[in-house]
């Protein structure tokens, strides 16, 4: 399989080395700075490092399989509509696009261009995660009636930027809040209603801060906090009450920690530091790459993608009206 | 020496209070009252103090004042009892189910002239008290949002009484946290949502067990609050009270009872945490002590009770609604 990086920052960069680790080749690379794709395609022996105004020659080159879209949030869904169009399979970074309406031209394009689209909701396959999933449903917890997921740190600093523009990044309710938006539909269902406080402040210091309630279709209640609040690290916590027992993960309690000094302005994107033997994004590469030769249908469909996108979509209509949304 | 009763032992907290007033060197616990003879009885020998099976017998003795800690709608009948016969008060939290009795009590003890105190004690915590300084220092800057909880393990009985209680864990485990917000940030609030429901004990209770709440103080302060009754009986210890605060200058978080000590005992045969630090109890008594020493209203008064049971009521009003509701005043 030949793939092409389009967005070689920092999700870009990881997920060409995850897709390598699966046998892939990365036979090109594209960014908005030529740089970022020069120094990604040297990394990988890739042929090709294009600036943007040249994406139509990756995309009608036939040796090129797959794309990975890698670039801020608002440029997805054209990038979705080219790379259908032209035939190129993708795998398309969470969140999938910006609005649900853009979602939903997505997923038409790619039904157009008969291509599949997989949408990076990697908790999916975060071993901790799995692992509760696994808890939930030996039924030791009984029915799980509360749940509350919180993630986040200091603010994401991305190329130009954009992460602070939180009208192209929606924030942290939009862009990391998201997996454990995903996350509870994935393990409870959809969600009936949300009402949401986002922060989203520039002065005096960049910041924010998003807490929502969701009651979910089944009855389940979930309290989900997301920080870019903080000014250093990250951690995620998942709480999980049910009616005979409680499931707690923290990610400060994670079997390696370590702390750098930090230097310049800091990552632009947050991986946390792990443990695992396999990362959760190589196992959705894995996935991805399963569907595209076996059509084995993936733990993460684009309807999975819209349906998150919907609801933090709501989540920030609940922020701005003061009253809760219903989906 | 101050001499005080105590109303009702309904309250687990009853216990806690009994045990500071023997405590204290200004202090005498001169008799208790039940409507439950057997537990008034077992109490007072429990103490070493009288028990009195007339509640009007232990208020026209010579008693200075009294802790009220009965089941929550019977706080106001308590309070006005206690006030015509001129005693200081210290009312159990959640001090009433309604605004309307909240503000009747709070305008009894001051027609009767006499101090009138909600039992916070969280205040007399020392990791709250020391977030308390340091927020109030400015040392976090301005204080744009907080999310808080108070969880709990189901108490039962009573206290998932409707009738008794007037709700759940939302009615039992809001009122503290509301209180320490308004003690730290010294602002009100104006807004509140509130999404809850027996999500646990379907089989047990009838009452909720969880309330997921958003709340908003004066000058917009973004504010969620988790009121449960949602550890198991096989957690390590009986709940929590946690805040995270986010201010302009950095992030503050407090986790009050988490000053432990890890214990597994295969005679327990689950963890446990045994806990050090102050005993907020004791503060809380200490100051209601003072207060009748000195004629005037224990530090945590009834208008602070007041305060907590709006935003409880505005909270099931919310759930009812399924709107925000605005606090008003
Ligand atoms: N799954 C995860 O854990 C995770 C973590 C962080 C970010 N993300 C997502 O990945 C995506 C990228 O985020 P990032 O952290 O890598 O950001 P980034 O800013 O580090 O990288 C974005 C890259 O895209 C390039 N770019 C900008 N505009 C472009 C355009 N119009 N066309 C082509 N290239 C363009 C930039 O030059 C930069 O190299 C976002 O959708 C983000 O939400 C996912």
Redesign the pocket.
């Given at each position: 399989m030949n793939v092409a990086i389009?967005?070689?920052?920092?999700?870009?960069?990881?997920h060409a080395q995850m897709a390598a680790n699966c046998g892939a080749r990365i036979v090109a690379c594209?960014?908005?700075?030529p740089e970022?794709a020069k120094k990604l395609a040297a990394t990988h022996g890739a042929k090709k490092a294009l600036g943007?105004k040249d994406?139509a020659k990756i995309l009608s080159d036939p040796g090129v399989d797959l794309v990975l879209i890698?670039?801020?949030?608002p440029?997805?869904l054209e990038?979705v509509e080219r790379a259908a169009a032209a035939g190129k399979h993708i795998f398309c970074?969470?969140?999938f696009c910006r609005t649900s309406a853009d979602c939903k031209k997505a997923i038409a394009a790619a039904k157009r261009g008969k291509v599949k689209l997989f949408v990076?909701h990697?908790l999916r396959y975060f071993h901790e995660y799995e692992a509760l999933k696994a808890q939930i449903e030996s039924g030791k917890i009984g029915t799980p009636g509360w749940v509350k997921m919180y993630r986040g740190g200091m603010f994401?600093?991305?190329?130009?930027k954009?992460?602070s523009n939180f009208d192209q990044?929606g924030g942290v309710t939009f862009?990391a809040s998201i997996?454990d938006l995903d996350w509870l539909r994935y393990m409870f269902g959809d969600a009936e209603r949300v009402y949401c406080q986002a922060l989203q402040r520039t002065e005096p210091v960049l910041m924010d801060y998003a807490q929502m309630t969701i009651r979910m279709k089944s009855g389940l209640i979930a309290t989900v906090v997301g920080t870019w609040a903080h000014p250093s690290g990250f951690r995620a916590k998942a709480e999980i009450c049910g009616s005979a027992g409680l499931l707690y993960y923290d990610s400060a309690e994670s079997p390696l920690s370590a702390q750098q000094r930090e230097s310049g302005a800091g990552p632009?994107?947050?991986?946390p530091l792990g443990a695992d033997s396999v990362s959760p994004?190589q196992l959705e590469w894995e996935d991805f790459l399963a569907w595209v030769r076996d059509d084995r249908k993936p733990r993460v469909v684009p309807e999975d993608g819209l349906k998150a996108v919907a609801l933090a979509e709501a989540a920030l209509k609940s922020a701005k009206t003061g009253q809760p949304v219903k989906l | 020496m101050a001499k005080i009763g105590i109303l009702s032992f309904a309250h687990m907290h009853a216990y806690g209070y009994a045990s500071s007033l023997n405590s204290l060197p200004g202090a005498e616990l001169a008799g208790i009252w039940d409507d439950d003879l057997e537990r008034g009885e077992a109490a007072a020998k429990q103490f070493k103090t009288r028990f009195f099976s007339k509640m009007d017998a232990l208020l026209e003795s010579d008693i200075d004042g009294v802790i009220i800690t009965s089941e929550n709608i019977r706080h106001r009948a308590m309070v006005e009892r206690a006030a015509a016969a001129g005693k200081w008060i210290l009312c159990e939290k959640p001090l009433a189910t309604t605004v309307e009795d909240a503000k009747a009590m709070v305008q009894a003890c001051k027609k009767a002239k006499v101090g009138f105190g909600t039992a916070f004690p969280c205040r007399y915590s020392p990791p709250l008290m020391v977030a308390m300084q340091q927020i109030q220092s400015g040392a976090f800057g301005e204080i744009y949002a907080a999310s808080c909880t108070n969880h709990g393990s189901s108490p039962g009985g009573w206290f998932a009484q409707d009738k008794l209680a007037g709700g759940g864990a939302t009615m039992d485990h809001t009122v503290h946290v509301a209180d320490l917000l308004r003690w730290i940030l010294k602002k009100e609030f104006t807004k509140v949502y509130c999404e809850l429901g027996n999500q646990l004990h379907k089989g047990s209770l009838k009452t909720d067990d969880v309330g997921s709440l958003h709340l908003e103080m004066e000058g917009g302060v973004q504010i969620s609050h988790v009121a449960s009754w949602s550890r198991p009986k096989s957690f390590p210890t009986w709940g929590d009270v946690t805040i995270q605060f986010i201010g302009s200058k950095g992030v503050l978080d407090v986790d009050a009872f988490n000053q432990k000590i890890n214990v597994y005992s295969d005679a327990a045969m689950k963890a446990e945490w045994a806990h050090y630090g102050g005993n907020p109890d004791t503060g809380l008594v200490t100051d209601f002590v003072q207060s009748i020493h000195e004629r005037r209203d224990p530090s945590i008064t009834g208008i602070d009770g007041l305060r907590a049971v709006e935003v409880t009521v505005a909270a099931y009003q919310s759930h009812k609604t399924g709107k925000t509701v605005k606090i008003g005043r």
């Open positions: 389009i967005g070689c920052g920092g999700m870009g960069s990881y594209v960014d908005a700075f970022a943007m994406l890698a670039t801020p949030t440029t997805h990038l970074e969470k969140p990076g990697v994401p600093v991305g190329s130009k954009w992460f990044s862009d997996h632009g994107m947050i991986i994004y | -």
